[in-house]
């Protein structure tokens, strides 16, 4: 168990829906990372929050935010569904602003979109 | 561009026999480099961190190098058993790399009793 706590695990929804995905990173980790994993392609960065604060965006789409609320659990809110969007979706936590130590990777939420 | 580069074909190995992953990367300058296992449909799990300048780095059966100048990192997992069959990600992190980690496309491996 990585202490990080990803929910729900599955999600099964349509096209053109709205969905939240929500992550509780590990107690005293200050940083929240959200990746994409599709089957055809590896992990993605989507964006980075650190204490709150914006760090990093990958190739997240404007359809797609996030933020880190002040207890430091994180959202990620996916918006006007595509049947592409279905994926694995990963959140990870470690305890600076970058991955110069360890991180630790929840257990991932699978989006469906049918 | 800047490119992560794990050979995609899974490797096969023997039970007890050292398998060594490859990773290359092209157009990054990164701090540090990190090995992870992958399990299927579950969170990537952290193995080790090597720094730039760090040569090689161990952790009971596994061992990591880092060749700064050949832009490639080694995994190498000794006395191989089954349990150890994943896929195994690298990823590049710091200067160019951004305040993200990039990750390869991992390689696969099987290890036959």
């Known amino acids: 168990d990585s202490g990080v706590t990803q929910t729900p695990k599955h999600l099964i929804t349509a096209t053109g829906q709205r969905v939240t995905l929500r992550c509780s990173p590990r107690s005293g980790d200050l940083s929240v990372y959200w990746y994409q994993q599709s089957l055809d392609q590896g992990l993605q960065f989507l964006i980075h929050?650190?204490?709150?604060?914006?760090?990093a965006k990958g190739n997240i789409l404007e359809r797609f935010s996030a933020q880190q609320f002040p207890d430091l659990h994180s959202e990620l809110n996916l918006s006007s569904l595509e049947l592409g969007d279905s994926a694995l979706y990963f959140c990870?936590?470690?305890?600076?602003?970058?991955?110069?130590?360890?991180?630790?990777f929840g257990q991932g939420t699978r989006l469906t979109v049918v | 561009s800047q490119k992560i580069e794990q050979n995609s074909e899974a490797l096969n190995i023997q039970e007890g026999k050292t398998a060594t992953l490859t990773c290359n990367y092209t157009?990054?300058?990164?701090?540090?480099l990190q090995w992870y296992r992958q399990d299927p449909g579950r969170g990537p799990v952290f193995l080790l961190l090597?720094?730039?300048?760090?040569k090689e780095k161990r952790k009971e059966r596994l061992k990591v190098t880092f060749d700064t100048t050949l832009k490639q990192s080694l995994f190498h997992i000794t006395a191989s058993q089954p349990a150890d069959s994943a896929t195994y990600l690298c990823?590049?992190?710091?200067?160019?790399?951004?305040?993200?980690?990039?990750f390869g496309g991992g390689t696969r491996l099987m290890v036959k009793p």
């Open positions: 990823a590049l992190g710091g200067y160019n790399a951004g305040n993200m980690l990039t």
């Open positions: 990870a936590s470690s305890v600076g602003p970058d991955f110069n130590t360890e991180a630790f």
């Open positions: 157009n990054y300058s990164p701090a540090y």
């Open positions: 090597i720094r730039e300048n760090e």
């Open positions: 929050y650190y204490n709150g604060e914006e760090r």
